[in-house]
T-cell receptor
Framework: SAVISQKPSRDICQRGTSLTIQCQVDSQVTMMFWYRQQPGQSLTLIAT?????????ESGFVIDKFPISRPNLTFSTLTVSNMSPEDSSIYLC?????????????FGAGSRLTVL | DQQVKQNSPSLSVQEGRISILNCDYT??????FLWYKKYPAEGPTFLISISSIKDKNEDGRFTVFLNKSAKHLSLHIVPSQPGDSAVYFC???????????FGKGTSLLVTP
């Protein structure tokens, strides 16, 4: 399985600021996925990022709030813009796991953001 | 709208006994189901999966059962070990892509 490194692992942010989360994979992957887990909630898919094209956002998530970059096959960033306390969540990067079988994803350790 | 539901937020089981974690889903388009395990400060890790053409899949101490008519699946861990203490997420997807729909998770505590 791929190894995923996410930075930062955690951060405390002020309301109204923006933060960029980085996701580095140790192998080339076609699709990368960004998930969010709000406190006490399930993991929710924010968007799918393919290299060379614009990210595809799920219902309820927009590019202005969560801009994503995918400059190459091993790296992606997710920015949480104009943060409010409701954005306090764990943000997880994931990639397809070809060794794990159909529909299996490998996840990074996540970035825990607290917005004051 | 929560399409995958894990109605038990927590479960406590004695070491050596069976742990049964339950999951219900509402979307009949789901045809692939997965269980992930998550330790604190780590990302979820894949545990076991089952496709809708099967009703059981076994991997060592872990068995997943699928009841399509009831839109219900369960994960059995036997015998349970203290190292199994973690949050378990049920996830489902339609065969068309990798987008996974997750439940809220069940926190399993296995006591010695």
């Amino acid at each position: 399985s791929a190894v995923i490194s996410q930075k930062p692992s955690r951060d405390i942010c002020q309301r109204g600021t923006s933060l960029t989360i980085q996701c580095q994979v140790d192998s080339q992957v076609t699709m990368m996925f960004w998930y969010r887990q709000q406190p006490g909630q399930s993991l929710t898919l924010i968007a799918t990022a393919n290299q060379g094209s614009e990210a595809t956002y799920e219902s309820g998530f927009v590019i202005d709030k969560f801009p994503i970059s995918r400059p190459n096959l091993t790296f992606s960033t997710l920015t949480v813009s104009n943060m409010s306390p409701e954005d306090s969540s764990i943000y997880l990067c994931s990639v397809e796991d070809p060794d794990g079988g159909a529909n299996v994803l490998t996840f990074g350790a996540g970035s825990r953001l607290t917005v004051l | 709208d929560q399409q995958v539901k894990q109605n038990s937020p927590s479960l406590s089981v004695q070491e050596g006994r069976i742990s049964i974690l339950n999951c219900d889903y509402t979307n009949s388009m789901f045809d692939y189901f997965l269980w992930y395990k998550k330790y604190p400060a780590e990302g979820p890790t894949f545990l076991i999966s089952i496709s809708s053409i099967k009703d059981k899949n076994e991997d060592g101490r872990f068995t997943v059962f699928l009841n399509k008519s009831a839109k219900h699946l369960s994960l059995h861990i036997v015998p349970s070990q203290p190292g199994d203490s973690a949050v378990y997420f049920c996830a489902a997807s339609a065969s068309t892509g990798y987008a996974l729909n997750f439940g809220k998770g069940t926190s399993l505590l296995v006591t010695p």
